[in-house]
T-cell receptor, first 110, second 113 residues
Framework: GIQVEQSPPDLILQEGANSTLRCNFS?????LQWFHQNPWGQLINLFY???GTKQNGRLSATTVATERYSLLYISSSQTTDSGVYFC????????????FGSGTQLTVLP | EAQVTQNPRYLITVTGKKLTVTCSQN?????MSWYRQDPGLGLRQIYY???????DKGDVPEGYKVSRKEKRNFPLILESPSPNQTSLYFC????????????FGPGTRLTVT
């Protein structure tokens, strides 16, 4: 099956810093989403981005489908950004299954 | 408010006692799905449904049942729970025509003793 690798696995930042999270995938995909899992366990939908670039406030994402990677940018990080960020892909030809990466654990220090 | 709801949020039960976790969405989505999240294994799909009366197995369907009698509801049934089904469960619904942007419920933390 498709492999989804996220890097870095852990990231510690000072409040106000910027960061880039990366998601590599091993095969072509129909769908790519970024999620934030907050400390209470809830999965929050950040971006639906099978290709191109999107921005939402301090967050933006870019997917280059032909090169099989996606990037999530967090600018001016805040303590509320802490949690785990997951990339999830739906492989081309799949049965509507999302395959998740192992996540990036982000800690933003005050 | 558009949302996916799950009940209960927390459940502790004993081996073999049948249980149902409900999932409901108010977004008129055709697609619904169940996942489990385990440390070191990430999120894995259990079952999914493309529409009413249409369900199919995901990666880890053993020990689970689902039904989709109404568009808004997609309950997860554990007929005889076992300790290896202790996990955090998420329901999701998806909008789209061919490919689905998925929205997740708040999760149900299940412990089977």
């Amino acid at each position: 099956g498709i492999q989804v690798e996220q890097s870095p696995p852990d990231l510690i930042l000072q409040e106000g810093a910027n960061s880039t999270l990366r998601c590599n995938f091993s095969d072509s995909v129909n769908n790519l989403q970024w999620f934030h899992q907050n400390p209470w366990g809830q999965l929050i939908n950040l971006f639906y981005i099978p290709s191109g670039t999107k921005q939402n406030g301090r967050l933006s994402a870019t997917t280059v489908a032909t090169e099989r990677y996606s990037l999530l940018y967090i600018s001016s990080s805040q303590t509320t950004d802490s949690g785990v960020y997951f990339c999830a892909v739906e492989p081309s030809g799949s049965a509507r299954q999302l395959t998740f990466g192992s996540g990036t654990q982000l800690t933003v220090l005050p | 408010e558009a949302q996916v709801t799950q009940n209960p949020r927390y459940l502790i039960t004993v081996t073999g006692k049948k249980l149902t976790v409900t999932c409901s969405q108010n977004m008129n989505h055709e697609y619904m799905s169940w996942y489990r999240q385990d440390p070191g294994l990430g999120l894995r799909q259990i079952y999914y449904s493309m529409n009413v009366e249409v369900t199919d197995k995901g990666d880890v369907p053993e020990g689970y049942k689902v039904s989709r009698k109404e568009k808004r509801n997609f309950p997860l049934i554990l007929e005889s729970p076992s300790p290896n089904q202790t996990s955090l469960y998420f329901c999701a619904s998806g909008r789209g025509t061919t490919y689905y942007e998925q929205y997740f419920g708040p999760g149900t933390r299940l412990t089977v003793t």
